[in-house]
């Protein structure tokens, strides 16, 4: 199974990710792979799904396929975009080849452009050990169904 | 709230003044796949509009969204830095 490990820095638990276009826009022709970028990433346990900061998705040359209402940490709503994304991270071989992200229109952290929520942590087992200052996210399958 | 600029903001409006002949269609639960002001199709999953409008349309703002009788879900919640 593969397994991601870190340490955990003042801002986080800290990753590099890849972001690049969902496998359905590859495979249908739509879209191509090599726009892939890498990014810095910050778990962030308390949000419900993954969020990539203002900017990233044109990057990567994304449209968005649909509009949410994303609730903040102060109780603020905000409609944002929606996005299908392929998803790695390289560093472990961990695959999300159809994850449905949001964008950030009103924030920003100066500690990653993608914030990684539950719904990538859904798929493994995360483990923050903050006596040691390590996290782990493994997975089951290299290929998460997302 | 979405700008008229918005790339999404005519498959939205499209979305919804179709949205109850959908449910009457008895589509509640499915996903529709709308690009300009066009229904074209309606899925069992978000996947299956998702892999459907990359083949017909391309890399383009095309919407898909499932069919319910509530106009909007509740938020979603992302406690991040703000």
């Not at chain 1, 419900?48 to 102060?74: K, N, S, W, Y």
Request: hydrophobic fraction near 40%; glycine fraction near 10%; charged fraction near 20%.
């Amino acid at each position: 199974m593969p397994i991601l490990r870190g340490r955990i820095r003042p801002e986080g638990a800290l990753a590099t990710v890849t972001i690049g276009p969902s496998l359905f826009a590859v495979e249908s022709g739509a879209a191509d792979a090599a726009r892939t970028i890498r990014v810095q990433a910050i778990f962030d346990t308390g949000a419900d799904i993954t969020v990539l900061q203002e900017g990233v998705a044109e990057r990567v040359g994304l449209f968005p396929h649909d509009v949410i209402d994303v609730a903040g940490m102060h109780g603020s709503t905000a409609s944002c975009h929606v996005y299908d994304v392929h998803l790695t991270f390289p560093d472990a071989g961990i695959v999300f080849p159809n994850l449905t992200v949001v964008e950030s229109r009103t924030t920003s952290s100066a500690h990653g452009q993608v914030l990684i929520g539950r719904s990538v942590l859904w798929k493994g087992v995360f483990v923050y050990d903050g006596l040691r200052h390590t996290y782990s996210f493994e997975t089951p399958d290299p290929a998460a169904t997302s | 709230m979405i700008h008229a600029s918005d790339p999404l903001a005519g498959p939205l409006a499209t979305f919804s003044r179709h949205q109850g002949d959908l449910l009457e269609a008895g589509h509640a639960g499915k996903w529709a796949l709308v690009y300009g002001d066009t229904v074209h199709g309606v899925f069992e999953s978000r996947h299956g509009g998702l892999a459907d409008g990359y083949r017909r349309f391309g890399n383009v703002p095309f919407l898909v969204r499932e069919v319910q009788a509530q106009a909007r879900p509740s938020p979603t919640r992302w406690f991040a830095d703000s």
